[in-house]
């Protein structure tokens, strides 16, 4: 008779009213539970995790549904796929890389209090890549991901307007090498916008250059830490410039990054200013939790109440999806993408597996956030990408046996948090962000329903803005 092993850890149940929803971790899936599911869920109760069952003690009915969920497993089936895909393509060793980052200068034209850039310098004294390491930079993106499919650069500093000309030059490089391949070339920027000019703007909007803008809030709170050399607010400024861009810039919408330190917690009121006073397509918003100074990072307190003022935005997000609109609030509104396209993921981010980022010396390093940090790099432009040392790095990433992750109801959508992250905190690339483990859950189950109301009432709202991208 056969035996079947019991993995709970596969499914996630969740109250939504006077329904249940089962949510499937490995894949993302969300499912209605129906009368005979409870009646199997309630019988399988009884038994422990990792537990053998005999086939007649389970209903019969059900047994393949529960075997294709991994909830009960035969003897030698997986337990979890998601996590031997991805080993699979690292064994291949065909992990083609689809972004570079390119850190164009260390340097920038502000002294923001919370950077976390360890080797920020101020405009004049920062490193400035040169034109041959861009270049090759470029070439080996080209090299490294073949064929047609589109790649992927993005300018990144300091303030990479700081070296304007440089990325001009990367620009009409990569859209002509891009060109004789048959290749799209897409660019993408984070800048701190006091830089902007008319001319700068159609130049970048010309070459569709996706643009996010360091913003953080009302004048009192963005003057806060976002300051000049001279320690001088920069509101004035960059609501200026913003104003500008946002009046001309038609070829990608634009949106706003908020970083949230100690003390910042009013995410409706920061939203309101940022989506509905000065018009961003999207707004996003990073809690410091492991910076390098610790007087920037948000205590357990406030960054539970920050989650709880992303719930209630959240709920505004839901009420406006439901009827046709889209309050653009980024987070979330990326939380349900993941769900909808079945975004399941064993490791955090692409770096390392299709991202890397340049630095001025032209060193490959696991991402933007690891420039000139002691992390070794990953090979360099000139001698190609140290495929055998991601390799490891990511293979170690995967293995969660020992970081209470492999059995978390959201291990395929956190899947253990940023590497930079941990790194910071505890020195460990793979150390799990224990800092809010239980409020990233609770956040997750926000959305999961949130998800299934929209889902349930305005089915139309994800095909438009999820599958099409239709702008707010």
């Not at 019991?6 to 949510?23: I, K, T, V, W």
């Not at 690292?90 to 260390?106: A, K, Q, R, W």
């Not at 799209?184 to 830089?195: G, I, R, W, Y």
């Not at 009827?323 to 390392?352: D, E, M, T, Y």
Request: hydrophobic letters at 35%; charged letters at 20%; glycine letters at 8%.
């Amino acid at each position: 008779m056969s035996q079947y092993q019991y993995h709970p850890h596969n499914l996630h149940r969740l109250e939504q009213g006077a329904q249940s929803l089962l949510f499937h971790p490995p894949t993302l899936a969300l499912f209605q539970s129906d009368p005979a599911m409870e009646r199997q869920l309630q019988q399988l109760g009884q038994f422990n995790a990792g537990e053998w069952i005999q086939q007649d003690q389970l209903d019969k009915e059900l047994i393949d549904d529960l075997r294709a969920l991994r909830i009960l497993t035969a003897k030698g089936e997986p337990v979890d796929s998601s996590d031997r895909v991805q080993q699979l393509l690292l064994d291949s060793g065909e992990f083609p890389l689809s972004t570079l980052i390119l850190n164009v200068n260390t340097g920038c034209n502000l002294s923001c209090t919370y950077c976390y850039k360890e080797d920020l310098e101020d405009a004049k004294n920062g490193l400035k890549m040169d034109v041959g390491t861009a270049f090759a930079a470029v070439d080996l993106l080209m090299r490294e991901n073949p064929g047609d499919s589109p790649v992927n650069i993005v300018f990144f500093g300091g303030e990479p307007l700081t070296h304007l000309p440089l990325i001009k030059s990367v620009i009409d490089y990569a859209e002509r090498e891009g060109d004789q391949r048959s290749k799209p070339v897409n660019f993408s920027m984070t800048t701190n916008a006091t830089m902007l000019t008319p001319s700068i703007m159609d130049y970048l909007d010309t070459h569709r250059v996706g643009l996010t803008i360091s913003m953080d809030g009302p004048q009192a709170i963005h003057d806060k830490n976002r300051i000049t050399s001279t320690g001088n607010g920069t509101y004035a400024v960059v609501r200026r410039k913003v104003e500008q861009l946002l009046s001309r810039y038609r070829s990608r919408p634009v949106g706003a990054r908020v970083t949230l330190t100690r003390g910042v917690t009013d995410v409706v009121g920061i939203h309101r200013h940022l989506k509905e006073e000065l018009g961003f397509f999207e707004v996003g918003f990073a809690p410091v939790t492991a910076g390098d100074v610790a007087n920037y990072n948000l205590p357990p307190e406030q960054l539970a109440q920050v989650f709880g003022e992303m719930r209630q935005l959240g709920e505004r997000y839901v009420e406006q999806a439901i009827a046709g609109g889209n309050i653009g609030f980024g987070n979330l509104h990326q939380l349900i993408s993941n769900l909808h396209n079945g975004s399941s993921k064993a490791l955090p981010c692409a770096a390392g597996l299709s991202l890397l980022a340049v630095d001025g010396n032209g060193e490959l390093n696991l991402c933007h956030r690891f420039t000139g940090s002691a992390l070794p790099t990953f090979g360099n432009v000139s001698a190609g990408v140290d495929k055998s040392a991601l390799r490891q790095l990511l293979s170690n990433a995967l293995d969660k046996s020992d970081r209470g992750c492999s059995t978390c109801s959201i291990r395929n959508l956190c899947a253990g948090g940023c590497y930079h992250e941990s790194y910071t905190t505890d020195g460990d690339l793979f150390s799990p962000t224990w800092q809010y483990c239980d409020l990233l859950r609770d956040w997750t189950d926000f959305g999961i329903r949130a998800y299934h109301r929209i889902l349930d009432q305005s089915p139309d709202y994800l095909e438009q803005h999820i599958i099409q991208g239709v702008n707010p």
